[in-house]
């Protein structure tokens, strides 16, 4: 009796540290549930038009719930605004969800970057990160790669980063390179490049940590591929993103924390 109370105490001693360890860090189905209230579609509105809402890409809720952040390119149309055509965010999942009115706040073209203000009510935000992630960290993403045809359904993707790379390459003849690239080549920055496949709709898209749900990048499905692809005859399906560090100084600039 004596020899299994001590065994049963030795066992207890070994075991302990583990029954008092903490609970594991959520996964990533707990991280989509976490981030994807504060995930919105971006797009245009007229109430005269047929459909009403035109979707143009995604972006993400910030600050204090009544910021969004999504590409430049995303927001760049000119609105008709004598019919009374304003920017949108539309919230919500499924077919049940708002369409609030928006204006543009503050524009990075060089980083592809803008900041919307929503007139309504906050929506819950994400938290950023700081820094660059390491080449190999595991990473996903949530948007609308392809519209909101049927409402609101955002969409997830995962993968890595595979690099962290210049927004611009040398190319090895100055004719294959134009005025955009010249200009990025002169004012170089790192990109994210993702092994994971993003589509038009994703522009704005928030890449984040699948652990902790804080946003890494944002998608560009476009600006960066013009840039760092037009030296290739048949562009990759590689995926790129604008590093977090980016829209942390958008918000200064705008006078938002982050």
């Given at each position: ?5 001590r065994?049963?105490h ?20 707990d991280?989509?549930?976490?981030v ?14 047929r ?16 910021y ?11 609105l008709?605004?004598?019919n ?22 503050e ?5 592809d ?17 700081s ?20 409402g ?7 993968g890595?980063?595979?690099a ?29 490049q ?15 940590d699948?652990?902790?749900?804080r ?10 591929k ?18 977090v560090?980016?829209v ?11």
């Amino acid at each position: 009796m004596i020899a299994v109370t001590r065994l049963f105490h030795l066992l207890l001693a070994c075991l302990g540290p583990l029954l008092a360890a903490p609970a594991a860090a959520a996964g990533l189905p707990d991280t989509i549930d976490a981030v994807r209230p504060g995930v919105v579609a971006i797009g245009t509105f007229q109430a005269t038009r047929r459909p009403p809402a035109n979707f143009l890409g995604t972006g993400f809720v910030v600050a204090n719930g009544q910021y969004v952040v999504t590409n430049a390119h995303v927001v760049a149309a000119t609105l008709d605004a004598a019919n009374r055509e304003f920017f949108a965010v539309f919230a919500g999942r499924g077919s049940e969800f708002a369409t609030r009115e928006a204006t543009k706040v503050e524009i990075d073209l060089e980083h592809d970057l803008a900041l919307l203000k929503i007139k309504a009510d906050p929506l819950p935000a994400l938290k950023l990160g700081s820094g660059l992630p390491r080449e190999g960290q595991e990473i996903a993403f949530t948007g609308f790669p392809i519209g909101v045809v049927l409402g609101l359904y955002p969409v997830t993707h995962r993968g890595i980063v595979s690099a962290v790379t210049p927004v611009a390459i040398p190319s090895p003849s100055a004719g294959q390179l134009d005025a955009n690239a010249i200009h990025r080549l002169g004012k170089p920055y790192d990109v994210l490049q993702l092994d994971a496949t993003a589509y038009p709709g994703n522009s704005g898209s928030p890449v984040y940590d699948p652990a902790s749900g804080r946003v890494v990048g944002v998608i560009n499905s476009v600006f960066v591929k013009e840039t760092k692809e037009n030296v290739l005859q048949k562009p990759s399906g590689i995926s790129y993103a604008i590093p977090v560090e980016h829209v942390r100084a958008l918000l200064r600039k705008a006078g938002v924390g982050g």
